[in-house]
């Protein structure tokens, strides 16, 4: 069994940046691929991106590519997003995930390929 827990969220401008993490506990992290997904109030959750359990391989929504960047360290059990420029329509609850994956290079975008989601946390874009 997995624990995720995010942080990082919080209240920024259009334009400024955030950077969340989450840290994993109770399994072995380098078996599992990541993704962050959101959900903004009224809409369906979405993805945002997706990194490999190698770390080398990502893969982001097109409304987020050039402005947000995954990451993660498996010494440090954590995957990170970075958000710059950011903007209104980014405001929403992001999630972690884990999926156990098998495959060491893969990705994963849909929320049906994660086995274990954290809490979340708020992030909110002010114009």
């Known amino acids: 069994q997995v624990q995720l827990v995010e942080s990082g969220g919080g209240l920024v401008q259009t334009g400024g940046s955030l950077r969340l993490s989450c840290a994993a506990s109770?399994?072995?992290?380098?078996?599992?691929?990541m993704g962050w997904f959101r959900q903004a109030p009224g809409k369906e959750s979405e993805i945002v991106a997706a990194?490999?359990?190698?770390?080398?391989?990502?893969n982001y929504a097109d409304s987020v590519k050039g402005r947000f960047t995954i990451s993660r360290d498996n010494a440090k059990n954590t995957v990170y997003l970075q958000m710059n420029n950011l903007k209104p329509e980014d405001t929403a609850i992001y999630y972690c995930?884990?999926?156990?994956?098998?495959?060491?290079?893969?990705?994963?975008?849909?929320?049906?390929?994660?086995?274990?989601w954290g809490q979340g946390t708020q992030v909110t874009v002010s114009s």
């Open positions: 995930a884990a999926s156990g994956a098998t495959s060491y290079r893969a990705t994963y975008i849909r929320s049906f390929e994660y086995d274990y």
């Open positions: 109770g399994g072995r992290f380098n078996t599992y691929a």
């Open positions: 990194v490999s359990r190698s770390g080398d391989i990502t």
